[in-house]
């Protein structure tokens, strides 16, 4: 292994490490716009030379491989006149429009011009002007700012798997644009905002909002899928501004999907901000005490079932489900979509390879699914192995416009059962992989034979080696934030007909639901955050906070939980979910047994000991599960039919309406309307 001295200090580092990854490790700053770690190196910016002894001149440091013996200097006289002639040749044709750019504040081009700029310029020619370019509702470009570094070309290529973008002409007019002129389609566009090092590309919702100083910043979850993002939240007043990326190299690593970025203003329409009460057919607004007493008269004598909606926390699900069992109940469901699977195996449930854990796979088969609508990091992962390994994969669904080559091998259960009896060249693939792995979806689940279906899947995983010591291969994609959580604490003692069954329904955020399947004379109570299409149906409604309003625990897709932080304060008469359910309790004289946060989060590690490592996925014990039975031929349905839409908050939200109308509504359906 090299071992070299940068600055006077010695590091030893793997063979093929770069300069510039070296001194990041002896936490070194290198200057850089072109390089980024999750992209490949172009070196066109050069801004990170630095001082390489016995080198001639100075050396590129992202693109240049440790040697041993190496002696570099960062901070030479060379190195910093280098990066002084490469800031003044940017700021050649850079716009002098800092204070109306939304990059202000948090630019790399602002940073690094005080550290190497000049305070005037050697130039008198004119500053050459680039038309902007239209990319949709989503991605505001200023053109003239762009300083050709290629990350969002790159992004484009590699991690979103949409090659729109590309660099046009040479020399003074070489720009970046589309070939044609098309609007930036991948569902993780509104990364290129959070690459490009200058004012470039911004947001469009967000243009002219606000400054990066005048923003409050809280870590937290997204939960608009399942996959349980690490987000910032930045927010001002009382009110929710942007949302952010944050690290997470397990489960999204720097990126996030353009519902999870976009859909914020979804959170300040439509919501429910004091109690109502059906009279005489019309909703009242109501006291809480009211709402209260309205419940505790209607439910008396009745069968209830309880049903969690995708968005319910953990924390509401175990008191909504302590409630129902003090009112003796044992209908309560988290499958809205009444998916059919066994729910009494960990391993049957949970992607059991990770998020992470893809980029080992060598085969991938996908049934009844489509990651780029229903997961798009877990499709980004998918895209980035196959781009590293040139693996197989196979897709057995509707035929779907995927960011990678597979192979489409049937539509239905018929194509899995010639699968497990080693029909098919893709069997051929399967058996000769070291690391398979499978990933069932909802649209292979909700269906009648879901059962059938889930233990056929665990067969194929077991004839071709995908679970052995080591390695789980065997994977369920969920589409909810709640389900897995909602699973693992017990929240499905009922059936997926629940709410057809009962005289008495409480809906916590349950807005997927069919309304036409609820018994008509039924009370229903709907508590949640926004009038949804349950709200209108209810006879009570407790006004709710949404995600950023509520500290709260969330269990992704994998078995992981992370913990969500309040950012701001939900509106009005609205509060948080376990407190409601808390309070109604004590009306009902079922009282619950715990009074705060915390002693509701230890009434989790005692339902489920997960709860008890935050951020840790437990690996579950392989056994079987499902139920074997003959399954229907009728090809599978995938469960997302628009990217953008998909729950209460994106359904209130104007950018996602626009998106809607831009990619998935137009003539020209674009590749996220598929599925």
Known sequence: MPKLTIDGMEVTVEPGTSIIQAAEQLGIEIPRFCYHDKLSVPANCRMCLVEVEKSPKPVASCAMPCADGMNVFTKSAIAQKARNGVMEMLLVNHPLDCPICDQAGECDLQDQAVAYGFDRSRYNEEKRAVKD?????LVKTVMTRCIQCTRCVRFGEEIAGVNELGVIGRGEHLEIGTYVEQMATSELSGNLIDVCPVGALTSKPYAFTARPWELRRTESIDVLDAVGSNIRIDARGGEVLRILPRLNEDVNEEWISDKTRFAVDGLKNQRLDMP??????????????????????????KKIGAI????????????????MKALGSLNLECRQDAAQFDTSQPAGYLFNTTIAGIEKADAILLVGTNPRTEAA???????????ANRIKIGVIGPQMDLNYPVKHLGAGPETLEELLN??????????????????????????????????????????????????NGFNMLHIAASRVGALALGFVEGTPETWSKVNALYLLGADEIPIDKIDAKAFVIYQGHHGDKAAARADVILPGAAYTEKNATYVNLEGRPQTARQAVFPPLDAREDWKILRALSEVLGKTLSYDTLAQVRERLVKENALFGAIGVVQPAKWTSFGKEGKCDKSPFVLPVNNFYMTDPITRASKTMAECT???????????VAHG
């Open 133 to 137: 370019k239209e990319l949709g509702p």
């Open 276 to 301: 109502y009460v059906r009279h005489h057919g019309k909703l009242q607004p109501a006291t809480w005490q009211l709402a209260f007493d309205a419940i505790a008269e209607n439910i008396k004598g």
């Open 308 to 323: 969690v909606g995708d968005l319910a926390d953990c924390e509401s699900i175990i008191a909504l489900k302590d409630l």
């Open 377 to 387: 990091l877990v499709n980004a992962r998918i895209r980035k192995t196959w781009l």
């Open 422 to 471: 080693g029909k098919g060249a893709f069997a051929d693939v399967l058996s000769k992989a070291k690391n398979p792995m499978i990933i069932l979806g909802a649209g292979a689940l909700k269906r009648a034979d879901g059962m059938a279906i889930q233990a056929l899947a665990r067969k194929v995983a077991e004839k071709y080696n995908m679970v052995r010591d080591g390695w």
């Open 661 to 671: 109308a831009a990619f998935v509504m137009s003539p020209k359906k674009k590749a």
